[in-house]
């Protein structure tokens, strides 16, 4: 099925930060950590890397 942090990709794809983080939280939220523990290195990310909140869900999540 489709997760949250799929929801989330297709934001950050589309310029959508604030949506991509939005539902990024809810997957740290309901601890959907499947690919999350990914989300440090996945270049899917790379348009959130510069936005200090990508920081603060890293940290909150314990991925890093």
């Known amino acids: 099925g489709i997760t949250n942090e799929d929801i989330a990709n297709f934001y950050a794809k589309a310029g959508e930060k604030d949506s991509a983080f939005i539902?990024?939280?809810?997957?740290?939220?309901?601890?959907?950590?499947?690919?999350?523990?990914?989300?440090?290195?996945?270049?899917?990310?790379?348009p959130l890397r510069n936005d200090q909140?990508?920081?603060?869900?890293?940290?909150?999540?314990?991925?890093?």
């Open 23 to 46: 539902w990024l939280s809810k997957s740290v939220k309901n601890k959907e950590y499947g690919g999350l523990k990914f989300l440090a290195i996945s270049p899917h990310f790379d």
């Open 53 to 64: 909140r990508f920081a603060l869900l890293l940290q909150n999540s314990g991925i890093r």
